[in-house]
């Protein structure tokens, strides 16, 4: 049970523990710990988790993958979503979100 629940979680490069079902909380949550003390996933915000590349020490996820994660019915809008489909000159940091959540800057 546990290799798997290791399979599940170290195959992804993004991590939701609301979206991974049959396995219990506490044991869910003492998995993720133990690969967040080790150096395999980092935490991003409560719940979502980024897998770490070890040869370069940096998130395999892009800006794109990692902005749309962090709702449930996110997409990528304006400048962010012309610059996705290389119909922009300028490269942003910000990445722009469409959700039906209330506004937030994170």
Not at 47 to 53: D, H, K, P
Not at 79 to 97: C, F, M, R
């Amino acid at each position: 049970m546990n290799s798997l629940l290791e399979k599940r979680i170290l195959n992804s490069s993004i991590v939701n523990t609301s979206k991974i079902k049959g396995i219990e909380r506490k044991v869910l949550q003492n998995k993720i710990q133990k690969f967040v003390i080790d150096g395999k996933i980092i935490k991003i915000k409560n719940g979502l988790y980024a897998m770490v590349n070890p040869l370069v020490n940096d998130i395999y996820s892009n800006k794109y993958e990692l902005a749309t994660s962090m709702f449930d019915d996110a997409y990528i809008v304006y400048h962010t979503a012309l610059e996705y489909h290389g119909l922009s000159n300028q490269i942003y940091n910000t990445v722009q979100v469409g959700t039906k959540k209330a506004e937030r800057k994170i």
